[in-house]
């Protein structure tokens, strides 16, 4: 692929040991690690020395960009938090020298906006053709830790979510609901959109990947209503992006809610922490705030919502997606009908903080764990002799 227009950069490189694939991850990442030591890989602020060298080459494209940079830059470690980049997984056979390590960032499923592209597909195939691996891959859960060693020759560590361990248990409150909703709504306007989801061969429209988002929050619209209870719905994106509210207002009316933008990378955080119910169809943030302890019920009714008979066999959007954990628990339900809804808050606000502790720590370091503090990606850190902050080193 042809490289497109970038910023440039003329920095030249300098002995630093660790170097980061894309910039997303940056300030968790230098949260641990000096960043005088952290050098980056920015495809959108592309090295005027490295492009030089690469062009030279005869290579044009992405993936060899990142080559000559790490060529260039030498550094001793590579981490991304694009787990799910199949093309990082490449780089360990061409730097047998170097340690690979990913961060995963999200709960993964196998669906994609193109034909077979979804990220356990796109690693099957890869795997098929070349091995893929790397030294080290920080997964959410034990779950993941499986779904990743198929294809990835690879050692896991289980540290939960890195940014949802870092702000641990220092969230301020905020201001008090009975019920929030963690929108997962599109970087696009929905309605109308020709935007298509593949799961394998099989393709759904924007509009019905998103119908089950609609469907939660009207059902909660009436159902707080009813029962007294206040509700918002927290947005995924910013007020730059005012066809999301208007997405949820359409999905509640005649009745109002009260839809609360995103205002900083910690604030939907801080409303699901003060909140007493998180609902989620599928959201990493839901188990994220599963593995704390907190009350969430998973309306993970996606596939049926979308009302698609090719798609009722397909069960990635499902509650612990791989696993078969049943189409309905004591605080999920993959139907998405209202009494399956209505049996789901009911059942989880009914009951015991005793109730609820036992019937959540089956999944917790299965699915998610929860290291405040992040305990063993900084035990990681030491043992592979990446330097890392003072402060961190006096804490582990």
Partial sequence: MPMPKFKFSFALPRDQKVAIADSSGIGTLAEYIPKHEISIIDLERINVFVLLRMLVSGKKSLFDYTVTYIKTFRPSFVFTFLDNNVEFYKLAAIFPEIKFIAIQNGHRANYANQLGSGFFDQLRNESAKQKLSAHAICVLGTMSADQYTQYIQTKPVVTGSLKNNLIGNQIKRTE????????????????????????????????????????????????????????????????????????????????????????????????????????????????????????????????????????????????????DLGSSGPFWTNKANDSEFERIIGSVQSMSDAQWASAISPYNELLMAYQPGNTAFIQMLRSEGIPTKNEVTQRA
């Fill in 176 to 323: 008090h609901f009975d019920i929030v909703y963690v929108s997962q709504h599109a970087p696009f306007m929905i309605p109308n959109s020709k935007v298509k989801f593949y799961f394998g061969n099989k393709s759904i429209s924007a509009e019905n990947f998103y119908a089950i988002e609609q469907k939660i929050v009207r059902f909660l619209a009436a159902h707080s209503q009813q029962t007294n209870q206040s509700f918002a719905v927290l947005g995924k994106r910013t007020d730059s992006s005012p066809f999301e509210c208007e997405f949820f207002t359409s999905a509640a009316s005649p009745r109002k809610i009260q839809f609360i933008p995103r205002t900083s990378e910690t604030s939907t955080y801080e409303f699901c922490n003060s909140a007493s119910l998180v609902v989620t169809a599928d959201s990493t943030i839901g188990y994220e705030f599963l593995a704390r302890g907190n009350r969430v019920a998973f309306l993970s009714g996606r596939i049926d919502a979308s009302n698609d008979a090719l798609l009722q066999d397909v069960c990635d959007t499902d509650f612990g997606f791989p696993l």
